[in-house]
């Protein structure tokens, strides 16, 4: 028997009394709209993942409520995050596209031999990391209920005389392509290669989070996760250059991981997407962002702890993203 209190569901109605004595306010949102969006639009969790970005009273009679926090800011911030969720989504994806186009080039200039690279980055993994890869690739092209229906085909036609290239590219996952990129950069002695791969990765861990819908802006905090890892000296010489000078709040906001993969995914578009057409999506996209962004900023707590996170990413955007005319 588990030692876990069990714990009943709550009406919408009760979650809504719920908020309301922690302080939450009900004027820019009924109580009875605010029970209707946590029954049908979005589920109290996510919707309320933004409360901690609100102070509470240290003390006094209000000890431990929310100070300034309306429900209908936590729609707006909900709303808001999906703008910016979306948008970054989107550049993630191009980013690891050009990215792989880009790799495919430099082996082309290299003069490699299309299957030789290919083997030779599966014989340098350790035996684990080489038949996990082997494996993967095996049960996907094989049928059975684990058959990859978009990939499958392709991968049973090279399954037994090796993988090319070309090939390899389209069927590995973006974490597998991270790590390809790192030998390559070792194996053509390219140290700015080596610094790319860091930041890939970045863009890779939030490329995870958006297409996985995970919630972005209640991370825009001094007390969320922090990297563990110094920003890749090609990106801090970019922002620096493009006028986002080496301050003491530039430091602090890309100590937060959130921010850290933002950024990274921004310097990827702006080094990696250099079609006009694709430069032109991105900005329109991260146009939407700053109209969203803009849009919340008189409902963020009033200690501008939230809207100094909007500020820095709007800098981000104005030097990789900037609106085209």
Not at 63 to 69: A, F, P, S, V
Not at 197 to 221: E, M, T
Request: charged content about 25%; some cysteine.
């Amino acid at each position: 028997m588990s030692s876990v209190a069990d714990k009943k569901l709550r009406t919408a109605e009760q979650l809504v009394a719920h908020l309301k004595s922690r302080g939450v306010a009900f004027e820019l949102c009924s109580e009875a709209d605010a029970a209707d969006y946590l029954a049908t639009a979005n589920n109290y969790l996510r919707a309320c993942s933004y409360r901690k970005l609100y102070p509470v009273h240290a003390e006094g009679p209000k000890e431990g409520k929310y100070i300034g926090l309306d429900f209908g800011a936590l729609i707006k911030l909900s709303s808001v995050d999906r703008v910016l969720r979306t948008a970054l989504r989107d550049i993630a994806l191009d980013v690891e596209h050009f990215a792989r186009v880009r790799l495919l080039d430099r082996a082309v200039a290299e003069g490699e031999d299309g299957y030789a690279i290919v083997s030779d980055y599966l014989d340098d993994l350790d035996s684990r990391n080489r038949s996990r890869v082997v494996s993967g690739l095996l049960w996907r092209g094989k049928p059975g209920d684990s058959y990859d229906e978009y990939s499958g085909d392709l991968i049973a036609h090279y399954m037994d005389e090796g993988y090319p290239l070309w090939v390899f590219l389209e069927v590995i996952e973006f974490g597998r392509f991270c790590d390809l990129w790192l030998f390559c950069a070792k194996r053509w002695d390219d140290h700015s290669m080596v610094v790319s791969h860091y930041w890939l990765k970045s863009i890779k861990a939030l490329r995870n989070s958006v297409c996985h819908n995970s919630c972005i802006i209640n991370g825009f905090s001094s007390c969320s996760d922090r990297v563990n890892f110094r920003t890749p000296d090609d990106m801090l010489s970019s922002m620096s250059l493009l006028g986002l000078k080496n301050t003491k709040s530039r430091r602090s906001k890309l100590r937060n991981l959130r921010v850290a993969h933002i950024a990274a995914a921004l310097y990827g578009s702006y080094e990696f997407c250099k079609r006009a057409s694709t430069r032109f999506r991105h900005a329109d996209a991260m146009d939407s962002v700053r109209r969203a962004l803009d849009e919340v900023r008189p409902i963020c707590p009033a200690d501008g702890s939230l809207a100094s996170y909007f500020d820095f990413i709007m800098k981000l955007i104005d030097i990789w993203a900037p609106k085209q005319t």
